[in-house]
């Protein structure tokens, strides 16, 4: 590969961290590149008087590239008054340096891909916009000059006004510069694979002019002969980039309605933090994410830098490395459909770094924990007529076969909440099992919602239908015409037969995700399921063995809980995923972590938790109470003055003592309470509950502060005696 400079210019506001977050991704792809950083932005109009110094112009000149972070501009009077002292007197003008780089390299092509980043529907089309023309051009006057009045005078609002009232701009096209965006356009297209060019103008009221861009666009279409091309109105354009963005390849539109549609792009595709661009000239470029310098996010580690990443590969194409701009993009892809620690703009809680980490993770091809979603359709499941069994078999399996679900949606018979359930798992999940509807009845839909959903026609499969007619024949039933629906697959999908029944299933390989259907009754679509995740995800990793580490606390909120284990999981530098459960009086954690890490992993949480640990088992402190007391044949006299026996109670009904033996000991225990706020009955204020244990000659005394749940704290008290008699008993021993 040959060796290439960038010119790297960070310039103002998130511009240098969002650089910094993705520029390691050059060197994590081995890419032969060397980067040098210059100067360009406010602080160097404010103390030099340019925002774009001549050594920063020598920097561009010996570089392959430029790729800019962002700039800020301000207003004319705002930027006077932002010059150092000395330079005030020379009065320089400011030029955004945006309109510098744009004019001085004659960058004429501004390039916009828009792509489904995001998940759902795919598309992927681009927006070229026309720099250096069009109502851009300069020509604009806030009172029309006198040799154009005569050309606006008849206008009835400029009569009214008359000239000093009326201002004017002038859409100017060219041939020479219609004909170099058109055909950059088209070498685009023809370079990406995109099947069709859409001229944006607005020929139904600019007559005139979108007539002469038609005529130039026919006329550089003819060298082009395997594109579509079209000329369609701008606002028409922008309604469908909206409602169906798969229809586009290469938009083209002159200065101002590039503009407009290059940022419908990018809130088509889910935001400016996901919009990368170039500029292209015929002796220079520069490459620079679209989101600006946003100030206010400056230094607050919430920029999103993905927009970078696509830009930089953007930059990596243009040079050449092709391989590695499609690993770029396709690293980013992972990181927003699968929500791999995005930042809040995409719905997530990642900061820049933490973000930037996720793409180089995916460009490494870091191991990933697999993911897979469940959608079981049936009114009658929405309805609670047919408990959702599925859902549960379906999550149990998939987890065994380590492909955690990390969604499930009920729909209804519905073709469209079918459709969207799916959409939304496309690309995020790597499985998607779809059940239930794939009857013979009319409303039996889910064939066509999944259709719906990946984009495919239902297609008869005849192989299917023979198997429907066979299996109706052999028991003797007779074959209705209708029983047609169940031989409807979507486009492409490989069969699965059932055993055990008409409906079959099939499989569909869609954005890195495999969808696939299966009939609703357990008897049918549980088989069908196990035999696929059996042999239809070879591609995916077998489990790997885990160790589950497990504590049950009490006496801490789950809160400060999870804020301890998580960092200490930090800390320890496991990619696992902590569970917590509240379940009054107590909080789970639960960790499955590899078993090499199991050890330190338990000795930390008990370093963190210990004070509040109860057991390492599912099981409550009454249970653990009664083992110890059984194992050790100990009796137990009990003063409560709390639960009204209900400690009592229910630790009788958990011990298993033997018949023909009497305890060998005793242990003596009190227990009381005292409530501050509120009374046992009401919902508010803090009871305060006090435990002593007496064994032989050691007492223990547990107290504990709870809020006062009413009734329900009766049962947090017996819970809290048994915990503190067990502990007692057990650093006894110890």
Known sequence: MTSKTVAVLPGDGIGPEVLDAALPVIDALGLPITLEHGDIGWEFWRTEGTPVPQRTWDLIGRSDAVLLGATTSKPGREALADLAPHLREQAPQYVSPIIQLRQRLDLFANLRPVESYLGGTPYRFCVVRENTEGLYAGLDWDQVPEQMWPLVADHPNARISGREATTASVRMLTRHGLDRILRYAFEHARAHGHGRVTLADKPNVLRRSSAYARERLEEIAADYPEIEYEILNVDAVALWMARRPERFGVIVAENMFGDILSDLGGGVMGGL????SANIGENGNYFEPV???APALAGTGRANPLAAFLTVGLLLEHLGFGEAAGQVRDAVSHVTRRRDRVTYDLGGTATTAECAASVLDACRAVPR????????????LLRAVLEDSNAGEASRRLAARAVPVRVRHTVGDDEAAIADAVRSCLGRDDVVVVMGGLGPTSDDVTRVGVARAVGRPLEHREEAWQGVVERLTRFGVAVHEDNRRQAQFPEGAELLPNTNGTAWGCRLDVQGTTVVMLPGPPRECLPMLDAFLR???AHLPEPEPVVTVFRRTLGVIEADAAAAVDAL???LGLRVKPA??????????RIDCPPQSAAELAKRLDDALGAYVVTSR???AVQELAELLDTRGLGLEAEDRVTGGRFAAEL????RPAEDREPSGRVSVTLDAAWDGGGPQDHTGTVRLRCAVRDGARERTGELTVPNRGPEVLGYAGQFAAWTIARQLVEETV
């Open 369 to 380: 924990v697999h993911t897979a979603a469940v959608v079981t359709v049936g009114d009658e």
């Open 291 to 293: 989101h600006g310098s």
């Open 580 to 589: 917590y459960r509240w379940h009054y009086p107590y909080v789970d954690v």
């Open 652 to 655: 009788a009904a958990e011990r």
């Open 569 to 571: 999981v930090r800390d």
């Open 618 to 620: 599912e099981r409550t």
């Open 273 to 276: 933090g996901l919009a990368p």
């Open 535 to 537: 042999d239809g995800i």
